[in-house]
């Protein structure tokens, strides 16, 4: 009988030790992972201790900034209160994430093109090679697998990488469209700052730049309807409806925006992560139609109607900015929402039918020349469960 009760104590001390330790352990990994994020967004928040002159040319550059930050055209919620998570226009039965992998095409860099035509590769999400006027133009390139503030946690990446920094091509012009993790990567940028010329980037985003390593000399930092010129092609920076941060505590310190590519021949437009509204027209206004759009249109929630459009919203740009083609991006690699993972593109193709805009869904990875462009209409996720 006094065995028992001796061998039941010692189980309890046992126990109690254990559970000591672990709580011990679980408490010191928490405080480990909350100084990790204090100190990173302390660095965020440092970019941001902006010299007054930085302040007085952001405010003579850009009407909406406001000596603090930057804010959208009108009335602007990140997350609606409130709001339910359910979309009731979904269409795509699939779940939020690919249960098969996603074809990849290995891109090819090099092809010759016809005369006078371009090209573009979709890499993925919102990362876009444009091979034009004998340039490399890089957007929001992502090439890890997770997007994080953090490396050893984040987004995971659903679909490969289709290159690496090395297999890119030197690249004359990397331009930003804001800097949300999932369109600035640290690890890409190192990886690809030696073969960069020049940056592009919205106000604000050159600090992100600089504390990367990036020489402040290569880097163009542009506000909403500035333009440059690169021998006869011109590119605006010009107006998203969204936001800016990367970490709670720099909300809107840096600008974000879209571009305008024109030249004689063509003009592209790439959106941005960005709501619906006016600005859409307003560009078309001042630039005329487009001959090819990349446009946002996934990662869409009624809770955040603000941020991202929904497919149906995307076609409404689409038609406001007088395109012929545009090409969802946006989507295929992350899932930054509650949504199948192809039905943003899945409700786009189907807005667009019976009107005379062209839904181009190219494979990532693969090479689309403008001259060719109605070939690359195959819908390869319908066959992706
Ligand atoms: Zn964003
Ligand atoms: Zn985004």
Known sequence: MGEKKKTTGKRV???AAVWTLGAVIVLVAVFVLALFLFVKCSAAVADFSLPARDRADYAQRAGNFDGKGFHNERDFQIMLRGASPLDDGIVSGKETVPKDPIPVVRPDFHTALDPGDFSFTWLGHSTLLLRLREMNILFDPILTRLVSPVRFTGV???S???AAADDLPKIDLLILTHDHYDHLDYQTIRALDGKVERYIVPLGVEHRLRRFGVAPEKITKMAWWEEIAIGSLKIACTPAR???GRCMLDRDKTLWCSFVLADEKRKIFVSGDTGYDAHFGRIRERY???DLVFTDGAQYDPRWPSVHMKPEEAFRAIGDLGAKYAVPIHWGAFRLANHPWDDSAVRLVRAAEGSAVSIITPRIGETVPF???ERY?????EDVR
Do not use: E, T, V
């Open 13 to 15: 001390m046992i126990l």
């Open 156 to 158: 995971k990446r659903f």
């Open 160 to 162: 490969d990488p289709p």
């Open 242 to 244: 969204h936001f800016s």
């Open 288 to 290: 005329g139609d487009f």
């Open 371 to 373: 001259n060719s462009i």
């Open 377 to 381: 209409r195959q819908r390869w996720y």
